[in-house]
């Protein structure tokens, strides 16, 4: 039985000279497991995943579970504004031994509520696998509004929710305790207060760097010794901050690649974090490995 909770991470997708390095990624998500990480996301927005075709994001799914030991989970993400074209690409993956999809609202069009329900539940029925809802209204237009939410949560199919509305306390607290689902922040630098607020967890683009310490905030705050789990909130919050100064992911590219685990290759329209703030990543690297 698969816990949606602790610290998943949206794994960044390598490239070497135009192409998909199914080496390197294959080598970083042994990597993120090793360091901790309770599980893995392909293909979210941090993977780049709109700039992959169809058969690069199914070589790169293949190469990462085979990569991972065998009861280690790895999630896909699915999006897409047409819903029989996704009911399509979801129906594809029913074979393949994933632990989930992190599934969009559908995109630019902009659908009422109504419509978000309907679109859920047509790739739910579609889908043999459990689902996550992941809430991103700054990229989608549109939020999944907390009645939506609640509707969704009535089939068990449904698991979890990556939730990125923003940060505002009050929907969080609700969805926290009004609804059966895993709370996984979307919001990295939330994470500390969300998780205090009875979160479950985050799915951490940070995370690439030191999940151990993500890890071991959340033992601290189950624990009750907030004094400790704010310590480590602390320490990692200017990376944090400086990770997502730079359209996501250049600047966590960036740090792989000064760590040897990628080369620092981003397909267009994303273009390579900035020389200023490599600088800085530099020396901010430097302290959070050497906690």
Same mark, same amino acid.
């Given at each position: 039985?698969?816990?949606?909770?602790?610290?998943?991470?949206?794994?960044?997708?390598?490239?070497?000279?135009?192409?998909?390095?199914?080496?390197?990624?294959?080598?970083?998500?042994?990597? $993120?497991? !090793?360091?901790?990480?309770?599980?893995?996301?392909?293909?979210?927005?941090?993977?780049?995943?709109?700039?992959?075709?169809?058969?690069?994001?199914?070589?790169?799914?293949?190469? #990462?579970?085979?990569?991972?030991?065998?009861?280690?989970?790895?999630?896909?993400?699915?999006?897409?504004?047409?819903?029989?074209?996704?009911?399509?690409?979801?129906?594809?993956?029913?074979?393949?031994?994933?632990?989930?999809?992190?599934?969009?609202?559908?995109?630019?069009?902009?659908?009422?509520?109504?419509?978000? #329900?309907?679109?859920?539940?047509?790739?739910?029925?579609?889908?043999?696998?459990?689902?996550?809802?992941?809430?991103?209204?700054?990229?989608?237009?549109?939020?999944? !509004?907390?009645?939506?939410?609640?509707?969704?949560?009535?089939?068990?199919?449904?698991? /979890?929710?990556?939730?990125?509305?923003?940060?505002?306390?009050?929907?969080?607290?609700?969805?926290?305790?009004?609804?059966?689902?895993?709370?996984?922040?979307? !919001?990295?630098?939330?994470?500390?207060?969300?998780?205090?607020?009875?979160?479950?967890?985050?799915?951490?683009?940070?995370?690439?760097?030191?999940?151990?310490?993500?890890?071991?905030?959340?033992?601290?705050?189950?624990?009750?010794? $907030?004094?400790?789990?704010? &310590?480590?909130?602390?320490?990692?919050?200017?990376?944090?901050?400086?990770?997502?100064?730079?359209?996501?992911?250049? #600047?966590?590219?960036?740090?792989? /690649? &000064?760590?040897?685990?990628?080369?620092?290759?981003?397909?267009?329209? &994303?273009?390579?974090?900035?020389?200023?703030?490599? !600088?800085?990543?530099?020396?901010?690297?430097?302290?959070?490995?050497?906690?």
């Amino acid at each position: 039985m698969i816990e949606f909770s602790g610290i998943w991470i949206p794994m960044v997708t390598p490239f070497l000279n135009g192409h998909v390095d199914l080496a390197a990624a294959s080598r970083l998500a042994k990597h $993120l497991e !090793e360091q901790g990480a309770d599980g893995l996301i392909v293909c979210g927005t941090t993977g780049e995943s709109a700039t992959l075709s169809s058969t690069e994001q199914h070589q790169l799914l293949t190469a #990462v579970i085979a990569a991972v030991s065998a009861d280690y989970p790895v999630a896909f993400g699915i999006s897409g504004n047409n819903t029989a074209e996704v009911i399509c690409a979801t129906a594809a993956l029913n074979d393949m031994p994933i632990a989930a999809l992190l599934v969009s609202a559908p995109y630019y069009v902009r659908p009422s509520q109504l419509g978000i #329900v309907q679109h859920f539940e047509a790739i739910a029925a579609a889908s043999r696998h459990p689902i996550i809802i992941y809430n991103i209204p700054y990229r989608t237009g549109v939020t999944i !509004e907390l009645a939506t939410i609640k509707a969704l949560s009535l089939n068990p199919q449904f698991v /979890a929710i990556k939730e990125s509305g923003g940060g505002q306390i009050e929907p969080i607290y609700q969805i926290i305790n009004e609804t059966p689902l895993k709370f996984l922040s979307g !919001e990295d630098h939330l994470i500390f207060i969300t998780s205090c607020m009875g979160g479950h967890g985050a799915i951490a683009a940070a995370a690439h760097i030191r999940p151990d310490l993500y890890k071991k905030m959340l033992c601290f705050i189950q624990e009750g010794n $907030l004094a400790a789990a704010r &310590m480590i909130d602390l320490q990692l919050r200017p990376l944090i901050k400086l990770l997502f100064s730079e359209p996501n992911p250049a #600047v966590i590219k960036a740090a792989l /690649a &000064m760590q040897g685990l990628i080369h620092e290759e981003l397909r267009l329209p &994303m273009t390579a974090a900035s020389a200023s703030t490599k !600088e800085k990543l530099a020396v901010l690297l430097k302290e959070v490995l050497a906690i």
